[in-house]
């Protein structure tokens, strides 16, 4: 890999990011944003190289199915918990989504740059180089938010996954399935351990 087609990335990353601020305006922050099943191809593109490789590849696709479930059932004014201690009910702001398909436009400008038919015909290497320098242009990500925030697409999707059920039971080896109570009985007992296994990249 050249320094010359990582420079020609970063200037296809640069050219596109406006645009996902023009469209953000245009579509307003309250409407809601669809995925198109292109979006959904570089998706999943992105999770072959960003999400851990113990995942097997229909694991892979049902974090951005989950993901793109979360995006479509978003809803601006929904009532949520109250956060610790704080007896006031909040409720969901505007979408954090609207830049979403201007941005997974960009990471295929970048494949289409780098001489590729689309980011999943790049190899895992190439392709995780542009996954990256969209990260790190023109702002640099530095935290994975625990819900989508807005910040970068990316972003949001990992940290949707990390944050999730699946994400903690990989990060401890434990089925602690983050987001089911297991109520009283067994609860003395440490979380089963979470089966190891090899993914399908």
Not at 38 to 50: E, I, K, P, Q
Not at 55 to 63: I, K, P, Y
Not at 67 to 80: D, K, P, Q, T
Not at 99 to 106: D, I, K, S
């Amino acid at each position: 890999m050249t320094r010359r087609l990582l420079l020609r990335w970063a200037a296809a990353l640069v050219a596109a990011w406006p645009l996902s601020s023009i469209k953000a305006l245009a579509l307003g922050r309250s409407q809601a944003t669809v995925l198109t099943s292109g979006h959904l191809a570089t998706l999943r593109a992105v999770a072959d190289v960003a999400l851990p490789s113990a995942l097997t590849t229909e694991e892979r696709g049902e974090a951005v199915t989950q993901f793109a479930e979360w995006v479509a059932n978003y809803r601006e004014g929904a009532e949520i918990g109250p956060g610790y201690g704080s007896p006031r009910l909040r409720t969901t702001g505007p979408p954090p989504t609207a830049t979403y398909p201007a941005q997974l436009a960009a990471l295929e400008a970048a494949a289409r740059a780098g001489g590729a038919e689309s980011l999943a015909a790049l190899a895992a290497a190439p392709r995780r180089a542009i996954v990256e320098a969209l990260l790190t242009t023109p702002q640099r990500v530095t935290q994975l938010p625990a819900r989508p925030s807005g910040v970068h697409v990316v972003a949001d999707f990992m940290g949707h996954f990390f944050h999730g059920p699946v994400g903690y039971n990989l990060a401890y080896r434990a089925a602690i399935n983050r987001e089911d109570c297991r109520g009283l009985a067994g609860s003395e007992s440490a979380p089963a351990p979470w089966p190891a296994r090899q993914g399908g990249r």
